[in-house]
């Protein structure tokens, strides 16, 4: 049997967190993931070398597992010890910035690996039982992006656009997220401008199979 590479062995008593990610070291196929995604990742030739390919996919989807945007993901490494261990970073080492977590999101989406390694690895969770597709809960979350112009191709990411929230407004994208209500597990993951309202990719969010479905009133027609 498959042992885990996850050192947590000090604690005796584990979170849901850890357990999570322990069950995710042993039934994700790694392995295959890598071999999938590595002709689009570069190689790293010149500068400074880029962070291991495996390292980026273990971020990427804890990203969606616990629902993080790349800042909140990079503040992680150091807020919480069991994710560097999960990327396999050094305690001490450097860690991703939100800026290459997004780069490496980005090569996945251009490429259309992202949907395709959610659902290998949701496909994995249900046959351990770890998703079991009762009910869904819906939601959206707005992702910020500079809105200065004052970059290298000065203009605004095209794909961005203002929302408001309460009585606020923020500029950025919106990724609009389905959760496996029993386990809190995400599912599916759809990315889209800031100004989509959350209603037009409610029924996108769901997998088809739930006997209930929870959203706020955002998701009202």
């Not at 885990?4 to 042993?26: C, P, V």
């Not at 203009?155 to 203002?162: A, L, Q, V, Y």
């Not at 809190?184 to 401008?193: A, E, Q």
């Amino acid at each position: 049997m498959k042992q885990s590479s996850l050192d947590l062995k000090l604690s005796t008593k584990k979170t849901r967190k850890q357990e999570l990610l322990i069950q995710m070291d042993l039934v994700v196929p790694w392995a295959a993931l890598v071999e999938l995604i590595a002709p689009y990742y570069p190689e790293g030739k010149n500068g400074r070398p880029p962070f291991a390919l495996e390292t980026m996919l273990r971020i990427h989807c804890m990203q969606q597992w616990f629902t993080l945007s790349d800042l909140a993901m990079e503040e992680a490494f150091f807020d919480t010890p069991i994710y560097r261990e999960f990327a396999g970073l050094d305690v001490h080492g450097r860690v991703p910035d939100e800026s290459t977590i997004l780069r490496f999101r980005h090569r996945l989406e251009k490429h259309k690996l992202a949907e395709q390694i959610l659902a290998t690895v949701n496909e994995l969770l249900a046959a351990q039982g770890l998703l079991l597709k009762a009910g869904t809960a819906v939601d959206a979350t707005l992702i910020a992006a500079p809105s200065s112009t004052k970059n290298k191709d000065r203009k605004r990411d095209p794909e961005m656009h203002s929302s408001q929230k309460g009585n606020e407004w923020h500029f950025g994208m919106k990724a609009h997220i389905g959760v496996d209500a029993d386990s809190g597990l995400v599912h599916t993951v759809i990315g889209t401008s800031g100004n989509v309202a959350d209603v037009v990719e409610g029924n996108s969010l769901l997998h088809g199979q739930e006997t209930d479905g929870f959203g706020d009133a955002g998701y009202q027609g």
